[in-house]
């Protein structure tokens, strides 16, 4: 028993030290974002920053960020570590995005040792090299970059269940527990889960059969053997029941759902009670129109789902189920507790004709090409004044577009088949390659159907799925032109390399191939302001609230100055506790103010710190001078 322990241990730290490495030189690559980290402390991570930090100083416990239910703290509260060490500090809130990174490029390489072991390498070292976009977004504590990795970790968790016939447990209970936390740390986690269970039913012995008994033709004979209106009224009601059902579930796992079609909503699932009231009411008219037979509905469903789960499975879905619903505990339990109320977030579709072709449009002209920065590459191979630079550009980024076009055209084409069975639902045999080649699909048909459109950091799973593809092809290649590794490698890196150049460059983070360490941030000069008057709590804009509130160590509480119910965080309700409080404000917001104080004769102290005019220290009507607190109405 010992000797198995210290078995493992070798495995252990294998992977830790590899992610480890990794994760240093993808620091070493950003080194220019980090050093300048304050600069690029945007609004949305310094709200996020400042909920992670007053529930690490003692404040109330909360499952969700008080702005949106479509992500959970996961992410957050992974920079718990490097804020204890840094303290609160936006280079310790950033830290862990180059963390996620490193684990997805491990997980990556994982499996493309079981897809292509001989290419796996040179997956892990293209993976290195990146797009403008995706260095910056790596760089960043964002979501989507850790769910990447839980998706990786669903499909080789996946891959090795279906290569195993024994023991079978463990792996079916980590693979659903993955899935509970990818589900509560964002719900775009929905996209990983979503691949895996299409491909595992259309590689299921029975789809054929069940395909067939669901198919328009069996369904219109079934309604012409119907003998009366009941009958057919019932029917309807039975497939209500059961979409209904499954719209509820989704709206309790996931946070919620909105069908739109021309702007106007015909399903909206965001209201968890009552979207389950209203699936009981209609149980209770299938029920009220004809009683026995709503009973043999049932039993027939019930034996239906029990005559299809042998008993030896029996446990294999118990062990499923605890792992997902340990997973999701945290969703549970905010739900519960009555935090989670309301969904919907991030899931309303619109199928209007015109807003997907638009969608469309968006996608292959614009957020695709930054992906891969091509739109990138392409105006700075125009605007680069050196002329060799433009030169070396302009080689390897016609190269690179070469490579990819045959890489997706030969993988199409060979995978034809296969992709007109996925896309059709027919039942085939399921090979590891079936994961990225249905992937990229359900990606990109997600970015066309949501109400707001694509956008790039949603595209984020089809740079790794890019890149095992680029690997796939280099594998087949190389058989018969050895040079050919060597060459897409070199052409990638030359790219990859120099448009990350030059956007550093354009940002100013580079001069004469030196990094540069920018001016003081205004954010800074703003808390120290506040902690030099001993002003504890303040409202300024979204961008500033967030930012000074975590900037400031917790001490200053900084909430949105905002009369809409949206902004009521809780934040912004211990604020308003306090009566000594300042206003941030510039531009016409300040404006505003400066105007309401005159109107209404408050007496108040001003100073102008980084382009803000700061007012604080009121005296007048207490009615009148609380009005200051929501004077804006975002």
């Not at 150049?501 to 205004?522: R, S």
Request: glycine content about 6%; charged content about 15%; proline content about 3%.
């Amino acid at each position: 028993m010992q000797n198995n322990k210290f078995s493992s241990l070798p495995w252990f730290f294998t992977h830790f030290l590899a992610v480890l490495f990794i994760s240093l030189a993808l620091a070493l690559i950003r080194y220019p974002f980090f050093l300048n980290s304050d600069h690029f402390f945007g609004s949305d991570e310094g709200m996020l920053a400042s909920t992670i930090l007053n529930l690490l100083n003692g404040g109330p416990i909360i499952f969700y960020f008080d702005f949106g239910r479509t992500f959970g703290l996961t992410f957050g509260l992974l920079a718990s570590p490097f804020i204890w060490i840094l303290g609160p500090t936006s280079l310790a809130f950033f830290s862990p995005g180059v963390l996620y990174y490193g684990l997805y490029i491990w997980t990556t390489y994982l499996i493309a040792k079981i897809l292509i072991p001989r290419s796996a390498y040179l997956i892990l070292i293209l993976m290195f090299f990146t797009p403008p976009f995706i260095t910056s977004m790596t760089f960043h504590n964002w979501p989507h970059t850790l769910v990447a990795f839980f998706g990786n970790l669903i499909f080789l968790l996946f891959i090795k269940l279906q290569l195993s016939e024994k023991n079978i447990g463990p792996i079916i209970f980590t693979l659903f527990f993955i899935m509970g936390l990818a589900t509560y740390t964002y719900t775009y986690s929905l996209i990983y889960i979503l691949t895996i269970s299409i491909l595992y039913t259309l590689s299921h012995p029975l789809w054929n059969q069940v395909r067939e008994n669901i198919s328009i033709n069996t369904a219109v004979i079934f309604l012409k053997n119907k003998k009366t209106k009941t009958e057919t009224l019932c029917l309807f009601l039975d497939v209500l029941i059961i979409l209904f059902f499954i719209a509820v579930i989704f709206s309790y796992v996931f946070g919620g759902f909105g069908l739109d079609i021309a702007g106007h909503s015909i399903l909206q699932i965001n209201k968890f009670h009552n979207a389950a009231m209203q699936l009981l009411v209609i149980i209770f008219l299938r029920i009220l129109i004809n009683p026995k037979s709503s009973i043999s509905f049932f039993r027939k469903t019930k034996s239906f789902f029990v005559a299809r789960i042998q008993s030896q499975k029996k446990n294999t879905v118990a062990i499923g189920l605890a792992g997902f619903l340990i997973g999701l505990s945290l969703r549970i339990a905010s739900i519960l507790m009555g935090e989670t109320s309301r969904g919907g977030q991030g899931h309303d579709v619109d199928f209007l004709p015109t807003k997907l072709f638009v969608h469309l449009q968006y996608l292959l002209s614009e957020h695709g090409p930054q992906l891969l920065g091509f739109g990138e590459g392409f105006q700075s191979m125009f605007s680069n004044s050196n002329g060799i630079g433009s030169v070396i550009l302009g080689t390897s980024f016609i190269l690179l577009a070469v490579i990819f076009f045959c890489v997706v055209f030969s993988l199409v084409f060979e995978n034809r088949t296969t992709l007109r069975n996925i896309l059709s639902l027919r039942s085939m045999p399921f090979k590891g390659i079936h994961i990225f080649l249905l992937l990229p699909i359900l990606v990109c048909a997600a970015n066309i159907i949501v109400q707001h459109g694509p956008e790039t950091r949603y595209l984020f799973p089809l740079f790794g799925v890019a890149t095992l593809w680029v690997g796939m092809y280099v594998d087949k290649i190389k058989e018969k032109y050895k040079w050919f590794p060597i060459s897409v490698l070199a052409i990638w890196i030359c790219f990859y390399s120099f448009t990350n150049y030059l956007t550093f460059q354009e940002m100013g983070l580079i001069e004469e191939n030196k990094v540069v360490k920018l001016k003081k941030h205004f954010i800074q000069s703003l808390v120290g302001f506040l902690e030099a008057e001993k002003i504890a709590v303040a409202y300024s804009d979204y961008g500033t609230a967030g930012s000074g509130s975590y900037l400031s160590g917790g001490r200053i509480n900084i909430s949105e100055y905002s009369a809409n119910p949206v902004y009521k965080t809780a934040q912004r309700v211990r604020s308003m506790t306090t009566p000594r409080f300042a206003i941030i404000a510039k531009d016409n917001h300040a404006t505003t103010y400066q105007n309401y104080l005159q109107e209404n004769k408050i007496d108040y102290k001003t100073a102008t710190v980084s382009e803000y005019e700061i007012f604080w220290d009121f005296s007048g009507d207490d009615t009148v001078v609380q009005n200051l607190r929501s004077l804006i109405s975002n």
